[in-house]
């Protein structure tokens, strides 16, 4: 069984940019969640995809966006990068009540 | 609204002594509660959940927390450390809230550091 992947591994970017994170989740999810992990802290919730449809959002503005697809892979698009939002973006799959999560991609916005 | 508290930022053990990491949560409805553990550089790895079954859980690697209604805690221990558990460890509580299925909120992490 594969368990959730996340590409890339590590990006850079500059401030304005726009930005793509992908995740595959666990065979059998349909569900993926979206946090932002800042150094030191703990992940914020930013969103749910449940069967191509968000499904809850945390309090990110909407520069942050999704998408699921078909296969339930799922897509965090971000736009006019900010340098606050330098982190580690974590995916997570759940099927009933328990998340697991992706190794994350680290962001780094100069 | 759901939150999370963890009473210690860093907590430093000796190898084979007692872990004792704390967490107390706030939640408005009945919690799923859970520890994580994030490794240097990695994503978070689950330890073990709490999702009303038996208040006394066991996780992997020796872990077990216990979950405690009336004191809204669910602090984690293991009996001896071992060096391998130096790591960041997240609780954390999710429900189905705002229209998301089991969101979790967490804390904000104990660095657990073990001494040889």
């Known amino acids: 069984e594969t368990g959730v992947t996340q590409s890339p591994t590590h990006l850079i970017k500059t401030r304005g940019q726009q930005v793509t994170l992908r995740c595959s989740s666990q065979?059998?999810?349909?569900?993926v969640s979206w946090y932002q992990q800042a150094l030191g802290q703990g992940p914020q919730f930013i969103f749910q995809y449940y069967r191509e449809e968000e499904n809850g959002r945390g309090n990110f503005p909407p520069r942050f966006s999704g998408l699921q697809f078909p296969n339930y892979s799922s897509e965090l698009n971000v736009n006019a990068l900010e340098l606050d939002d330098s982190a580690l973006y974590l995916c997570?799959?759940?099927?009933?009540?328990?998340?697991?999560f992706g190794p994350g991609t680290r962001l780094t916005v100069l | 609204a759901q939150s999370v508290t963890q009473l210690g930022s860093h907590v430093s053990v000796s190898e084979g002594a007692l872990v004792l990491l704390r967490c107390n949560y706030s939640s408005s409805v009945p919690p799923y509660l859970f520890w994580y553990v994030q490794y240097p550089n990695q994503g978070l790895q689950l330890l073990l959940k709490?999702?009303?079954?038996?208040?006394l859980v066991k996780g992997i690697n020796g872990f077990e927390a216990e979950f405690k209604k009336s004191e809204t805690s669910f602090h984690l221990t293991k009996p001896s450390a071992h060096m391998s558990d130096a790591a960041e460890y997240f609780c954390a509580v999710s429900s189905r809230s705002g229209g998301s299925n089991y969101k979790l909120t967490f804390g904000k992490g104990t660095l657990l550091t073990v001494n040889p």
């Open positions: 709490y999702t009303s079954a038996a208040t």
């Open positions: 997570a799959s759940s099927s009933l009540d328990t998340q697991y």
């Open positions: 065979s059998g999810h349909n569900t």
